[in-house]
């Protein structure tokens, strides 16, 4: 079995169980080889988490900052493209909420320590700054928080991905599909930002 798809089987076990609860054993057992096959490419558990992590996770929140980058400085544009690169890359890597909510958003998940320092800059931070410098010309909101709107743009793409299991069965309505969610996101989103 080629090393990507050991690492793809890996990732989505990460994401449903846990990177603690999965161990190498249950990711051989998914994908029909031995734990020395994982051991063999991968040299443990721990080479393989930083792989998933270098090799999955990371290339998206660098395609996110490029997308960013692209958008220039108009808020606007810069959160209609951030809901859509995150919406592209749940729709291309379904794993993606689930693994943010167990590993990064809750207390004790492996991945906090790991990625903060590293995705902090390259999506937070600098979205916070071109908001802030977007209420400075008076182009947003001047009773944002451009930090705070950072958290909501966060809280407003990957959680509605990630509790999308509880609500499409709820709402039980082939509509509401991901372009339903992205221009509502984006409908609740613009009015709030207006100065």
Aim: glycine share 8%; with cysteine; proline share 7%.
């Amino acid at each position: 079995m080629p090393r990507a798809q050991l690492l793809d089987i890996a990732t989505d076990l990460f994401a449903h169980q846990g990177i603690r609860a999965t161990s190498l054993r249950a990711i051989a057992e998914r994908a029909g080889v031995t734990p020395a096959l994982l051991n063999y490419y991968f040299g443990g558990k721990e080479k393989l988490v930083d792989a998933m992590v270098e090799e999955r996770f990371l290339p998206l929140v660098v395609r996110a900052a490029e997308g960013l980058q692209r958008a220039g400085e108009d808020p606007q544009a810069l959160v209609e493209a951030f809901i859509r690169e995150m919406g592209r890359n749940v729709a291309e890597q379904p794993w993606l909420p689930q693994l943010w909510v167990r590993e990064i958003l809750c207390e004790g998940g492996v991945l906090r320590e790991r990625l903060v320092d590293r995705v902090a800059p390259l999506v937070p931070l600098l979205l916070a700054q071109r908001f802030a410098a977007a209420q400075a010309r008076g182009a947003l909101n001047a009773e944002l928080d451009p930090r705070l709107l950072v958290v909501s743009l966060i809280g407003l793409t990957l959680l509605p991905y990630a509790a999308a299991p509880i609500w499409r069965g709820v709402f039980a309505n082939p509509q509401i599909g991901d372009d339903a969610l992205i221009a509502h996101t984006l409908a609740l989103l613009k009015g709030g930002m207006e100065p």
